[in-house]
């Protein structure tokens, strides 16, 4: 399963439904489902280090009570228009959380508390992601219960095995259905080590723009080793090698990020000229401007992200592309 169909099954589940990924690690699933809009909430559970069932619930409805205080007042149901919602609870986690402090009552049924703090998040949107021991069925054993608990309150749940476990107790509760991650070989530039210290930056010194780019691409699990910068390409014609702001050889894409300088001519007829060779050397070309870079990095890189996958050769089989 490709990472983008592994959100789309994600995103997918249902009321108190389940799925197994294998090949992913919590924080892997959770990087994969940030990466790309899914429309729902997602929370992390944090599972390390507990060796029972009750104490991971405990410490996933301690979490859930600080993501509702920090969403208070904005509750769905505040206004008792959810039949979901208990008056009681309600009442005294409004009072808790007007003082500032976490909605959490231990001397409440563990359920009670589960249900009423998921309302508060809105129950339909959050999906919860724990990772499940793959090589210790003693540290997987009270994670998956914890999960089949959470699920049977009606909680979507994604149990994340960073490694394909032995079909046998307890790990046979939830390897029914499981998905396995593909993986996407690594360039070999990202698995190549130097023997000294990294490769300095090969963006123009004068650009402090290209460097926070190339150092946003280099840090992308996605698009790391992906692109040079400051490099020449070699196009049709009189053998000129222009050089570019970064440069994707593999995928030829070329992304060009252009100062204030570049909107009048003689830098804006003579882009446009350089678009049409690189163009005809096969290359795709993506402009940005500094100014957009500086207002959204993020944005910037997830539109090179976009043209990457636009390039890269479909998997055998997609219908899509």
């Known amino acids: 399963m490709t990472p983008d169909a592994l959100a789309e099954r994600v995103a997918g589940l249902g009321t108190g439904e389940r799925l197994a990924v294998v090949g992913l690690t919590r924080d892997g699933v959770?990087?994969?489902?940030?990466?790309?809009?899914?429309?729902?909430?997602?929370?992390?559970?944090?599972?390390?280090?507990?060796?029972?069932?009750?104490?991971?619930?405990?410490?996933?409805?301690?979490?859930?009570?600080?993501?509702?205080?920090?969403?208070?007042?904005?509750?769905?149901?505040?206004?008792?228009?959810?039949?979901e919602v208990s008056g009681p609870w309600l009442k005294a986690a409004a009072t808790f959380a007007a003082a500032g402090r976490p909605p959490r009552f231990r001397r409440a049924a563990p359920a009670l508390e589960f249900a009423q703090l998921l309302q508060a998040l809105d129950a339909g949107s959050v999906i919860l992601v724990a990772e499940v021991d793959p090589a210790s069925p003693a540290r997987a054993a009270p994670v998956i219960e914890a999960l089949e608990w959470c699920a049977g309150l009606g909680a979507a749940c994604v149990a994340a095995l960073p490694a394909q476990p032995p079909d046998a107790p307890p790990y046979d509760r939830i390897l029914y259905g499981?998905?396995?991650?593909?993986?996407?070989?690594?360039?070999?530039?990202?698995?190549?080590?130097?023997?000294?210290?990294?490769?300095?930056?090969?963006?123009?010194?004068?650009?402090?723009?290209?460097?926070?780019?190339?150092?946003?691409?280099?840090?992308?699990?996605?698009?790391?080793?992906?692109?040079?910068?400051?490099?020449?390409?070699?196009?049709?014609?009189?053998?000129?090698?222009?050089?570019?702001?970064?440069?994707?050889?593999?995928?030829?894409?070329?992304?060009?990020?252009?100062?204030?300088?570049?909107?009048?001519?003689?830098?804006?007829?003579?882009?446009?000229?350089?678009?049409?060779?690189l163009m005809v050397a096969g290359y795709l070309v993506l402009r940005l401007t500094n100014a957009q870079v500086d207002h959204d990095l993020q944005r910037a890189v997830e539109k090179i992200r976009a043209v990457v996958r636009l390039r890269r050769p479909a998997p055998a089989g997609d219908p899509t592309r």
């Open 30 to 83: 959770g990087e994969v489902l940030a990466g790309r809009e899914i429309g729902r909430g997602v929370l992390l559970v944090a599972a390390e280090e507990l060796r029972t069932a009750r104490a991971v619930i405990d410490r996933l409805l301690d979490d859930l009570a600080d993501l509702a205080l920090a969403r208070w007042p904005d509750w769905p149901g505040r206004d008792g228009s959810a039949p």
């Open 178 to 277: 499981a998905c396995a991650i593909d993986r996407v070989p690594m360039p070999a530039a990202s698995r190549f080590i130097p023997p000294h210290s990294p490769p300095r930056s090969r963006a123009h010194p004068a650009s402090a723009i290209e460097r926070r780019v190339e150092a946003a691409l280099a840090g992308d699990p996605e698009l790391a080793g992906l692109f040079v910068g400051n490099a020449p390409v070699r196009v049709p014609g009189d053998g000129r090698q222009p050089w570019v702001d970064l440069l994707c050889r593999e995928h030829r894409i070329v992304v060009e990020l252009d100062g204030p300088e570049h909107q009048a001519n003689p830098k804006f007829g003579d882009d446009r000229h350089r678009d049409y060779e």
